[in-house]
């Protein structure tokens, strides 16, 4: 996954849009991870983890004044996911990154990886990777897109029923809804069946909802996926 | 139901022809002793056209609804409606399930999501999903019309098979529920049972609908055998409206200090509430019958079916 930073000037403030959604591993969890090591250089995200307020300038400044004397060095790249990036960042630490015995990355699953395959380092991934989602504002942030290779929101009135719905399902609203509300989670979320049925209704394209959606091809997903489109 | 149709079973003859059919339900447990669920569907035998097996219901890890079904149907002569949610298993098991079910002589099948796992007793499992109730209908009437699976591959021999998949006359926006139900209809589904109601306007509307749709309906009803059920019911079952006046009814029934009077007083309840509900609704065409949800309390499917 691309992580995109758009720097958008309005009237208010410069917006960051966030792609990846990551959450810190708790202080204890990364002590007992980082502890055999004896030297650690710090790896954050300028892009989606910067963000969500994980992986930034900041959060990596403070996890190595907390981490203390066996930090080496610590670099923000840009986007830890996009290999040239990584490459053209981390030149200037070369020699940081060839002494130490780890690389704490703050970035998600994605660009952890990225840091494994040009470090040749022992990875401990400082974060948690949660979900493709939307940003309401810092530290608010929705499941939007669950990458499934077959987009339908033209025919689902712009709501996704695979990850809006708890159970995924492509033809309506299953028993578990109660005057629109989810039976997952105490009935407090929307259920996206009727998220749905309300979008196309106000489109004035309600028979949408009569079309059978057949199964999912499900093998895409099922191995990990590359993509070389030139 | 689709004409020319073959009838594989008792339920789905008995509505065919016309009959007003009781279904009653059995619960398996987590357990390997199948003697309990024998012992309901005993007491539901000379009542009931059929009775559901239950498939891991609130999501809880229970007893094979197939192994209890067949169990039943074996010792029992009860004719089983099969549950089967989509929640546990991918379109293989899902297909292995369902000719396995035809191999051990099971005939109905009821299509459910199922209640998320994340409300059940494993709330750590993987909830599969991997087809929905629509799709899994059409899954049903490629085995059972085309021989082929879903993917189109070819299935030696016959599978007598009738699906039927399930409705909630209390669902707001009704609308959503009826289109996704009038999809399932052309898909092939032959037969409805429906979430408990306790609204007889309501139920009526809804199957008006389905009168419309041409599906028959077995209504579900949930007789209560105590005050603190319908209490229950009342309280924490969202979706579901109790009366007041039933429960007001039934909390004067429990009041009575004589227990086997206590007893009568609360089946008089049940019997007066839903026999003049079924008698109301029978003079709807597409009401076929009613789906007693029984558990524990088999003994009312009798009165009810007497008093009909």
């Given at each position: 996954m691309h992580g995109v930073i758009v720097i958008h000037y309005c009237r208010y403030t410069a917006v960051i849009w966030n792609l990846i959604i990551t959450r810190q591993k708790s202080p204890e969890k990364i002590d007992e991870m980082v502890a055999p090591y004896g030297s650690v250089?710090?790896?954050?995200?300028?892009?989606?983890?910067?963000?969500?307020?994980?992986?930034?300038?900041?959060?990596?400044?403070?996890?190595?004044?907390?981490?203390?004397?066996?930090?080496?060095?610590?670099a923000v790249v840009e986007s830890p996911c996009d290999a040239r990036i990584v490459r053209r960042d981390l030149a200037a630490h070369k020699g940081e990154l060839e002494v130490a015995d780890a690389v704490l990355c703050m970035a998600c699953g994605a660009g952890a990886q990225a840091i494994a395959d040009h470090t040749e380092k022992l990875i401990i991934p400082a974060l948690d990777t949660l979900f493709i989602g939307k940003t309401e504002r810092v530290g608010r942030y929705f499941e939007r897109c669950r990458a499934c290779t077959d987009c339908a929101l033209l025919e689902t009135g712009g709501i996704c029923p695979t990850v809006r719905c708890s159970k995924g399902l492509q033809n309506g609203p299953c028993g578990g809804q109660v005057n629109g509300k989810c039976e997952v989670g105490e009935y407090k979320n929307d259920c996206a069946w009727v998220l749905i049925f309300n979008s196309l209704k106000r489109q004035g394209r309600l028979e949408a909802l009569k079309s059978y959606r057949p199964p999912k091809d499900r093998s895409a997903k099922a191995r990990p996926q590359e993509l070389a489109s030139r | 139901m689709e004409m020319g149709r073959a009838i594989h079973s008792r339920l789905m003859k008995a509505i065919t022809e016309g009959r007003f059919v009781f279904t009653g339900e059995v619960e398996p447990l987590k357990t390997a002793n199948a003697e309990d669920i024998v012992r309901a569907a005993e007491a539901l035998r000379d009542w009931t056209v059929a009775c559901n097996v239950t498939d891991n219901p609130r999501a809880r890890a229970y007893m094979s609804s197939i192994a209890a079904a067949?169990?039943?149907?074996?010792?029992?002569?009860?004719?089983?409606?099969?549950?089967?949610?989509?929640?546990?298993?991918?379109?293989?098991?899902?297909q292995s399930d369902l000719l396995g079910a035809a191999a051990l002589g099971i005939r109905n099948v009821l299509t459910m999501s199922g209640d998320h796992t994340t409300l059940g007793d494993n709330p750590q499992a993987m909830p599969v999903y991997d087809i929905d109730t629509a799709q899994f209908v059409r899954m049903v009437r490629g085995i059972?019309?085309?021989?082929?699976?879903?993917?189109?591959?070819?299935?030696?021999?016959?599978?007598?098979?009738?699906?039927?998949?399930?409705?909630?006359?209390?669902?707001?926006?009704?609308?959503?529920?009826?289109?996704?139900?009038?999809?399932k209809v052309a898909l092939g589904a032959e037969f409805m049972q429906t979430q408990a109601t306790f609204d007889i306007e309501r139920a009526k509307g809804f199957l008006r609908e389905m009168g419309r749709l041409k599906i028959p309906v077995l209504l579900g009803i949930f007789p209560c055998k105590s005050y603190a059920t319908a209490e229950h019911l009342r309280r924490s079952v969202p979706g579901i409206t109790v009366p007041d006046e039933f429960v007001e009814q039934m909390k004067m029934a429990d009041a009575e200090p004589d227990r086997s009077r206590q007893r009568d007083r609360?089946?008089?309840?049940?019997?007066?509430?839903?026999?003049?509900?079924?008698?109301?609704?029978?003079?709807?065409?597409?009401?076929?019958?009613?789906?007693?949800?029984?558990?524990?309390?088999?003994?009312?499917?009798r009165s009810l079916s007497e008093n009909a």
């Open positions: 250089f710090i790896v954050g995200c300028g892009t989606c983890a910067t963000g969500c307020g994980t992986g930034g300038e900041e959060q990596v400044k403070a996890m190595a004044q907390r981490l203390g004397g066996r930090v080496l060095g610590w | 067949h169990i039943m149907q074996i010792r029992t002569g009860v004719e089983a409606v099969c549950q089967m949610t989509v929640r546990d298993r991918n379109r293989i098991a899902l059972v019309d085309e021989g082929r699976d879903l993917a189109g591959n070819r299935i030696a021999g016959k599978v007598g098979l009738h699906v039927g998949i399930t409705g909630n006359p209390n669902a707001e926006p009704l609308e959503m529920e009826i289109m996704k139900i009038e999809k609360i089946d008089g309840v049940n019997i007066e509430f839903f026999s003049s509900m079924i008698r109301e609704l029978r003079k709807t065409e597409q009401l076929a019958g009613m789906h007693v949800m029984t558990i524990g309390y088999e003994r009312i499917v």
